[in-house]
């Protein structure tokens, strides 16, 4: 819990940002802006879905209704939005959001679930409170509270009840200053679950979590051809905020309490951009300690550290190439039974023949291996694999007056093997994939057509996999304005798993849109898909299974009212 001194500095701060705010406000530049004007938007999605195989993945009808609303007054706006759906599967009630962004000048307000950009070690995900930022050309400023996920409490008695999870509650501020090549910026994130979210059964399999979180982003530029940039933050995380406390004064004390459930981690990155003549390079160097965690990101990494180059050059004003190699390895506690490390590396080359001819060709490799940690390796499990992957794309383009011709043509080959001298091979596999796609505009009759071709060929540990799909289809716009557009395509596709099954499937789309006077948006769409097994011996189907999907939507744009600015009005009727 928030004790009273941080709510006190919170209060105070957000106080203190919404005055500035007010003061903002010059009286001169208001009277300038429009006194009242108010736009918005209202529509549905319908989408019916229908499966001779059942329906046990989605419903059958999904229904969603949204609205949006922006009040402007004399120059501030404020945007409001309601979401409803009743494609819920799992949930009896309806999923229903709220957020007002409301922005005046170099301020922004947030009110309901919003999102503030911070630095990706410290907070990533969107919250659902309050928070206010300022924006200026060289200063930067944000403070936000509000709730970062909300409590999942099921019924401990029911067998089926959802993982639970606590309520998660958060406040931070960031402030920065500096320009697009030299700057710092400076966050701090509060973290916490509350323990009574949650049914008391599950609090004894389940312990509340809280952490602060402190982070520093800079860049600097010494020279032209130089750039360097650092992000970094560290982590006091608790994973049981009921463990005693350490009977310790730390500098802490005030805003976290260290227990002996706490740690203290960190993590990083630094890079180097170098631009030379002919030549650009990025090197760049990540850590990630053991257990680093924040509660304000979704998910992150941790016990790694990773080193990577990247060079590019271009030659003769057609050639442009560019290589890249990283190494990660793990383990960095010396913990783990074994290290793992990683090696990727690329070469990529693109080039310009004439004014119709473009082909790039890649090369991607990947090793991963292991060394001894609290174990020594095992020859007979040890983890060697590599991957090697080639690909080569031409391109032609050619345009007559009546007609434009575009052909693309792409080869790949991939291959993953395990490198252990004892590997018996079930784990290789070779992929062979070829893609051909055609299109032509004919432009007297402005309609698009699309043919494409492709084949994959996988071939594994006893077992080979085969994929055709052909493919036809076509665009065209309608009315003088083009604002009726129609598009269909029509597709086969042949699967087969050697010895041991055959399928055959075929389907159709079709779609159209119009918008009358700019404000009326409908769209229409429609699939139809009918598949079915191949028995060994014979390659047709009865295609006796059916897939139909079919969708209906439509989008109002309104200026519900305006009472513009004189003087604005009057240079509008005079330009």
Not at 452 to 464: D, K, L, P
Not at 539 to 558: E, G, K, Q, R, V
Request: proline share 3%; glycine share 6%.
């Amino acid at each position: 819990m928030l004790n009273k001194s941080i709510k006190k500095i919170f209060a105070l701060a957000v106080a203190a940002m919404l005055a500035s705010v007010m003061h903002a406000q010059n009286i001169s530049e208001i009277a300038k802006s429009d006194p009242l004007i108010i736009t918005g938007a209202v529509g549905t999605q319908n989408t019916y879905r229908y499966s001779s195989a059942g329906n046990g993945f989605s419903s059958p009808m999904s229904n969603t209704v949204f609205a949006n609303l922006n009040i402007s007054v004399y120059g501030f706006s404020m945007p409001f939005s309601l979401f409803y759906s009743n494609d819920n599967l799992d949930f009896n009630y309806p999923q229903i959001s709220f957020n007002l962004t409301p922005r005046y000048k170099n301020w922004t307000g947030h009110i309901g679930q919003s999102s503030m950009s911070m630095s990706n070690y410290v907070m990533n995900m969107s919250f659902n409170g309050f928070g206010v930022e300022y924006n200026s050309k060289k200063l930067r400023a944000g403070v936000f509270y509000g709730r970062l996920r909300n409590a999942i409490n099921g019924d401990p008695t029911n067998p089926f009840a959802r993982t639970p999870q606590y309520k998660r509650m958060g406040w931070g501020f960031k402030v920065g200053y500096g320009s697009n090549k030299n700057f710092v910026d400076l966050y701090l994130l509060r973290a916490y679950d509350c323990v009574n979210s949650i049914d008391e059964t599950w609090r004894g399999t389940l312990a509340p979590q809280e952490n602060i979180v402190v982070g520093v982003k800079g860049q600097t530029t010494p020279f032209k051809w130089l750039s360097l940039t650092a992000n970094a933050a560290t982590s006091a995380f608790n994973t049981d905020t009921r463990a005693e406390k350490v009977p310790v004064n730390t500098s802490f004390d005030k805003v976290f309490d260290v227990k002996y459930s706490s740690l203290m981690r960190f993590a990083g990155d630094v890079n180097a951009n170098i631009i030379l003549p002919g030549v650009n390079a990025n090197i760049s160097y990540k850590i990630v300690q053991p257990d680093y965690t924040s509660l304000g990101t979704y998910y992150m990494s941790n016990n790694y550290h990773s080193l990577g180059i990247t060079l590019s050059t271009t030659l003769f004003n057609r050639l442009s190439l560019t290589g890249t190699f990283s190494g990660q390895e793990d383990n960095l506690s010396n913990e783990q039974l074994y290290t793992t490390c990683g090696y990727v590396y690329a070469a990529n080359a693109a080039m310009r023949i004439g004014d119709n001819f473009n082909v790039t060709a890649s090369y991607n490799g990947y090793i991963q291996a292991q060394r001894d940690g609290t174990m020594a390796v095992n020859d007979t499990t040890e983890v060697n694999r590599q991957m090697h992957s080639f690909s080569l794309s031409p391109t032609y383009l050619y345009e007559t007056e009546t007609l434009g011709h575009n052909v693309n043509l792409s080869l790949n080959y991939t291959e993953n093997k395990d490198m252990n001298m004892f590997a018996t091979g079930e784990g290789d596999v070779k992929t062979k994939a070829l893609g051909l796609s055609y299109n032509i505009d004919v432009k007297p009759i402005e309609t698009d057509f699309t043919l494409s071709y492709s084949h994959q060929e996988s071939e594994g540990f006893n077992s080979r996999y085969i994929s055709d799909i052909a493919s036809l289809g076509t665009s065209r716009s309608f009315l003088k304005e083009k604002n009726l557009n129609f598009s269909a395509s029509l597709s086969l596709c042949y699967n087969e798993v050697e010895r041991r099954s055959k399928s055959l499937s075929m389907g159709c789309d079709f779609s159209a849109s119009y918008t009358y006077k700019n404000v009326h948006m409908f769209s229409a769409s429609a699939g139809f898909n009918k598949y079915g097994d191949v028995n060994i011996t014979e390659t047709h189907s009865t295609l006796d299974c059916t897939d139909i999907t079919a969708s209906l939507n439509y989008t109002y744009t309104f200026t519900l009212l305006s009472i513009k600015n004189k003087a604005n009005k009057q240079k509008k009727d005079q330009m």
